[in-house]
């Protein structure tokens, strides 16, 4: 089994930059495919960023392209998302999320079998 836990949300006004964290523990955390999503009030979860367990390799969709970057360091058991020129609509509860992968090269598309508590962001205008 894997825990993951999430921080670093906070209140932010449009335009300012984040960090979030998402810690992993319990298994091989290099084993696994991360990836990052965001569910508003009302509205259904979408993803924002996924990574392959080697790094090398994201995904993004368009509504955060050239925005978020996802990272991870497998020493420290650690994935992040750097959010850059947030904007109001990017306001969400942001959840980190695993799955097994075997090749290191791969980034997930689907599939997650595990998910972390979620860390709330919100963005004022």
């Known amino acids: 089994q894997v825990q993951l836990a999430e921080s670093g949300g906070g209140l932010v006004q449009a335009g300012d930059s984040l960090r979030l964290s998402c810690a992993a523990s319990?298994?091989?955390?290099?084993?696994?495919?991360m990836g990052w999503f965001r569910q508003a009030p009302g509205k259904e979860r979408e993803a924002v960023a996924a990574?392959?367990?080697?790094?090398?390799?994201?995904y993004y969709p368009d509504s955060v392209k050239g925005r978020f970057t996802i990272s991870r360091d497998n020493a420290k058991n650690t994935v992040y998302l750097q959010m850059n020129s947030l904007k109001p609509e990017d306001t969400a509860v942001y959840y980190c999320a695993a799955v097994r992968i075997v090749t290191e090269y791969t980034v997930p598309s689907g599939g997650y079998y595990y998910w972390g508590q979620g860390t709330q962001v919100t963005v004022s205008s």
């Open positions: 990574i392959s367990r080697d790094g090398l390799r994201t």
């Open positions: 319990g298994r091989t955390f290099s084993n696994y495919g």
